[in-house]
Nanobody, 124 residues
């Protein structure tokens, strides 16, 4: 299984970006998929996750109301729509996936597969 993240870039504060994560080698149909981010010198932190069975979504408090995670079964992708971006959202964003369990969705070590990361830079 390989995950490919895309969509990062440079945006001014208040702007929007849409990240996408495509899977090859397996469908997301029963997966837990998440987005994490890592700023320089910081630990990787949970951003959002979606359970493909049941469609439950979860967000870290700092992005609630601004970010939206969604899934596209036809394209086998998971997307992160990021609105009202702030300079503190600047980080490398990673998509992640696991199959077989939906617990510990906030924990990076709970995920088996990771994309390569895409850089999001928000200027003030």
């Amino acid at each position: 299984v390989q995950l490919q993240a895309s969509g990062g870039g440079l945006v001014q504060a208040g702007g929007s970006l849409r990240l996408s994560c495509a899977a090859s080698g397996r469908t997301f149909s029963s997966a837990l998929t998440g987005w994490f981010r890592q700023a320089p010198g910081m630990e990787r932190e949970f951003v959002a996750s979606i359970m493909w069975r049941g469609d439950n979504t979860y967000y870290t408090d700092s992005v609630k109301g601004r970010f939206s995670i969604s899934r596209d079964s036809a394209k086998n992708t998971v997307n992160l729509q990021m609105n009202s971006l702030k300079p503190e959202d600047t980080a490398v964003y990673f998509c992640a996936a696991r199959w077989g369990a939906y617990n510990n969705y906030r924990t990076p070590t709970a995920y088996s597969y990771w994309g390569q990361g895409t850089l999001v830079t928000v200027s003030s």
